[in-house]
């Protein structure tokens, strides 16, 4: 091979393996996109998200979420938190907001759809973030970071379809850390028989004929560099368990 096709390689996988870096080694380190809004009458989030989350999605997080597009995941990445800031020196500051996805959605070539909410708080000032919801999509970008609630403890909702005892139905509230759910174990408290749940849709797990008795729900936290822990709540679910009720699993986590 000749000395120019020779350096014209080099520099090709160098540029490659420079990306590549960038978006998998580093995973502190930010990445460029493009971000838009809800309309004007998501003004915070939407209680119809595809994380099934409710008003819940509307309001965690005082209203600072968004819907995404590949980072939504099938449903594996609701609840996860980023890091978003706009890159306009004009109208943008620098620390950006942290937001938490509740919703699946995509624009004109976006990562995020943000609540106008998020969106303003991305701006300097309040006159700039005027200006940026007139944009209405900006160039970005993001980060995952940990998601933090000091005052909350990881809650299970059982959600309204539920019918104890045939079918169990439920979403994970307050969801910690910078690590994914990536599976969910439902196990019987008296003989500690455990079962893999199925996530069906969104950030539902889902199971007909549930053990009768007190029950206790695991979650396998998996984060980046491959290590994966199971959350184990202190608190059970009562037998008498109903639908639309919550239950606070008492421990928090920072994975």
């Not at 209203?63 to 020196?89: F, I």
Request: glycine share 8%; with cysteine; hydrophobic share 35%.
């Amino acid at each position: 091979m000749a000395p120019l096709q020779v350096l014209s390689v080099f520099v090709a996988s160098f540029i490659f393996m420079q990306t590549l870096g960038n978006s998998q080694i580093c995973p502190g380190c930010f990445t460029r996109s493009r971000a838009a809004h809800y309309p004007n009458s998501e003004e915070k989030g939407t209680e119809t998200g595809s994380c099934e989350f409710g008003t819940f999605g509307a309001t965690i997080n005082g209203g600072d979420v968004s819907a995404a597009s590949e980072l939504y995941r099938n449903g594996l990445g609701c609840g996860a938190c980023y890091q978003v800031r706009c890159t306009n020196s004009n109208y943008c500051s620098d620390k950006g907001v942290t937001i938490v996805i509740t919703d699946h959605g995509s624009g004109d070539r976006t990562d995020f759809i943000l609540s106008q909410q998020a969106f303003a708080r991305m701006a300097q000032t309040t006159d700039a973030a005027g200006s940026l919801l007139a944009l209405g999509v900006v160039d970005i970008e993001y980060r995952r970071v940990s998601c933090t609630y000091p005052d909350k403890n990881i809650t299970i909702k059982i959600e309204e379809s539920s019918n104890n005892p045939h079918y169990l139905a439920f979403v994970i509230w307050y969801q910690q850390g910078k690590s994914d759910i990536t599976a969910v174990q439902l196990c019987e408290t008296e003989n500690f028989a455990c079962k893999l749940l199925d996530r069906t849709h969104g950030a539902v797990w889902t199971t007909t004929s549930p053990p009768r008795g007190p029950l206790q729900i695991r979650m396998l936290l998996s984060a980046d560099d491959g290590d994966e822990t199971w959350a184990v709540p202190v608190n059970n679910i009562p037998e008498n368990w109903k639908a639309g009720d919550t239950y606070d699993s008492g421990i928090q986590v920072d994975a």
